[in-house]
């Protein structure tokens, strides 16, 4: 098949079959309930095609997918693409309000879940003004009260029954719209970013191919979920283009329950964020480097500290490689390379992206200055659904507006600085949260750390830090202040916190990422 481009012919699930024609036997995904050779994968991705399509569900039409990491995820996703319809992933951890706006927003005229999530989306459907026209679950051995088991719904569907053969996949082009991600939140409802067949392409090729180098004979594990753009090309888009074997995992990756699978299934590569790096370091379960099989790790998410990076290659002597991606541009278009890791940096524009950082008048700045990253590469989303302000600010012509904030070294090595959203001015210069949070965890009391701004008596804008400590360690006035001058020994003297409390846990997303703004609005509100 031909490279995707504009609306040339293309579909990503069916060029995922094409790809893997010979490995037909091979084990594709492995989860809680056992394995799905790439043979049968396909042919479930063509039954549950055929199934959507006997509902009455049009091409083009939404279904929402909000079902915990199993074999089914990836049925559902890739059955939808090969025919046409459009698949709406979401994240399981949220109240049913956020997924009746969902079910209104993309008008979604199915619902595919989990048997443990049924009773929260059936209160999302009491909710919505949206008719759902069929709910169908994954896990239930039996329909259950209104919901069809996605068991029955395949088992109904006989491959190649046609007299014409199995299934052909629908005719659709690059930039046809192939599936939604809903982006954070946290300023405002949520965003549907709408991605194209051929984003899923470019993610594979750029940085699955290109920079991972994910090979056949790879076992991968994410601890990021499937509804993430991250987990994602993980655990779907890049194993698969590659032929390799995927690792799923229903529940919460705990350290206990990542260290269970690193020995049980051995996987080679494992893909991940900082704070469970951070918290698997500290873990007294941590696996010896003889206990586990792995070759490489990926971390996005957030910036990794310098200090984790250092200490998880010195315990398994293999490389975190860092990297940044959004929603919006689908993975990773910012890394270190597996031969090129420079810990504290997230590296370099993988190849097909350019990358600008621009000053508030839309300027470039020079080398060693904050500025704002702007990005351009073939995997950008199409645009927010419904929501043309945020569209136009955020995807401005080829170019797509991060919302980080990073400083370039005179190598070419990027530097995260913080969110836009985030950053202080302190002394009229400014300073990253994100640095002084991965000075403080080098501390050997500190587990976690997040800073924000403050106001002080005079209305001046100062740092305040919020820490986690470790296991066994006990917070004192004398521990805040060793840590209020460790950081001032090591950074200007303007950047260390003034303020500093202690928390059992920091607020964080699904994924991970330190919830910064829940702290200022915390803040604001003390007496």
């Known amino acids: ?60 039409e939404r279904v929402l997918l909000c079902m915990h990491d199993c074999t089914d995820w990836p049925v559902v996703f890739l059955g939808a693409l090969y025919v046409g319809i459009v698949p709406v992933a979401v994240n399981t951890l949220l109240p049913a309000e956020d997924y009746a706006y969902m079910l209104e927003h993309s008008r979604a005229q199915a619902v595919f879940t989990s048997d443990a999530l049924v009773t929260t989306l059936q209160q999302a459907i009491a909710q919505s003004a949206n008719e759902v026209h069929h709910r169908i679950v994954s896990g239930a051995a039996d329909a259950r009260d209104s919901w069809t088991s996605i068991a029955t719904l395949l088992a109904a569907q006989a491959v190649g029954g046609a007299p014409t053969g199995p299934l052909a996949p629908a005719r659709v082009g690059g930039d046809d719209p192939g599936f939604w991600l809903y982006s954070s939140g946290s300023t405002g409802r949520p965003k549907g970013a709408v991605h194209s067949h051929a984003n899923l392409y470019w993610t594979c090729e750029l940085y699955g191919k290109n920079v991972l180098a994910l090979r056949e004979d790879d076992v991968c594990f994410s601890a990021a979920k499937l509804f993430f753009a991250y987990g994602l090309g993980n655990a779907l888009s890049f194993p698969l283009a590659a032929g390799a074997t995927v690792v799923l995992l229903a529940g919460r990756p705990t350290p206990e329950a990542v260290f269970s699978i690193w020995q049980t299934h051995r996987p080679t590569v494992f893909f991940g964020a900082p704070t469970g790096y951070a918290g698997m370091l500290a873990h007294p379960q941590l696996p010896a480097r003889e206990h586990v099989a792995l070759r490489m790790c990926s971390s996005a998410g957030e910036a990794l500290p310098q200090d984790i990076g250092e200490r998880f290659r010195a315990h398994f002597g293999c490389h975190i490689i860092d990297g940044i991606g959004s929603t919006e541009m689908l993975h990773v278009f910012l890394s270190n390379r597996p031969d090129d ?9 993988v190849d097909g992206y350019e990358i600008e950082l621009r000053d508030d008048t839309g300027g470039a700045v020079a080398d060693g200055e904050v500025g704002d990253l702007y990005i351009k590469g073939a995997s950008a989303a199409l645009m927010y659904w419904g929501n043309r302000d945020k569209s136009r600010s955020t995807f401005q012509g080829a170019w797509t507006m991060s919302g980080d904030k990073y400083v370039r070294d005179a190598q070419g090595y990027y530097t995260y600085s913080g969110r836009s959203d985030d950053m202080l001015k302190v002394s009229g210069q400014y300073v990253s949260p994100f640095e002084v949070e991965a000075t403080l965890v080098q501390h050997a009391s500190v587990l976690e750390a997040a800073v924000i701004g403050v106001t002080d008596a005079q209305g001046l804008t100062r740092a305040k830090a919020f820490v986690v400590l470790r296991d066994g360690t006990h917070a004192t006035p004398e521990l805040a202040d060793a840590l209020k001058a460790f950081v001032k020994q090591r950074l200007a003297p303007h950047k260390y916190p003034r303020e500093l409390d202690f928390l059992a846990e920091l607020p964080k997303t699904a994924t991970g990422k330190i919830q910064r703004f829940r702290l200022r609005a915390q803040q604001a509100v003390r007496p």
């Open 1 to 60: 098949m031909n490279i995707p481009s504009n609306s040339a012919p293309f579909n990503f699930a069916s060029w995922l079959i094409e790809q893997n024609a010979g490995r037909l036997a091979k084990t594709a995904y492995i989860d809680d309930q056992g394995t799905l050779s790439y043979g049968e994968l396909f042919e479930r991705v063509r039954s549950m095609g055929a199934a959507m399509m006997a509902l009455g569900i049009r091409r083009d």
């Open 341 to 349: 890791v420079r810990y504290g940096t997230t590296g370099k524009p």
